[in-house]
């Protein structure tokens, strides 16, 4: 019954930072993470951020390492996604989804994450 929205893409230079949003429309309970994906045209959903529940535990892919933050705002059931030093390869529609008791083995895996977001648009130019 939860559902995600992303907001917070758009157009930006190459070196440039978004921050993304992805807002619960209701507390989640247990023991979860949120996770964010991407997707360019014509390519698979590619692991960038995770944030495990409730131990706060950060993942990230190794094209954003250094570069990507993603932290939490409890009182908002939201969950952000801060984006430094874009590159044009960061192109692609950004999504966030839910994994019920996540697992080192598991909290990278898109097929294993359900509630899936509409996803928001992120462009950078070179």
């Known amino acids: 019954q939860v559902q995600l929205v992303e907001s917070g893409g758009g157009l930006v230079q190459t070196g440039g930072s978004l921050r993304l949003s992805c807002t619960a429309s209701?507390?989640?309970?247990?023991?979860?993470?949120v996770g964010w994906f991407r997707q360019a045209p014509g390519k698979e959903h590619e692991f960038v951020a995770a944030?495990?529940?409730?131990?706060?535990?950060?993942y990230y892919g190794d094209s954003v390492k250094g570069r990507f933050a993603v932290s939490r705002d409890n009182a908002k059931n939201a969950v952000y996604l801060q984006m430094n030093s874009l590159k044009p390869e960061d192109t692609a529609v950004y999504y966030c989804?839910?994994?019920?008791?996540?697992?080192?083995?598991?909290?990278?895996?898109?097929?294993?994450?359900?509630?899936w977001g509409q996803g928001t648009q992120v462009t950078v130019s070179s």
């Open positions: 989804a839910r994994l019920v008791k996540p697992t080192s083995s598991t909290i990278r895996d898109s097929h294993r994450y359900e509630s």
């Open positions: 944030l495990r529940r409730p131990n706060g535990a950060t």
């Open positions: 209701a507390p989640i309970t247990g023991s979860y993470a």
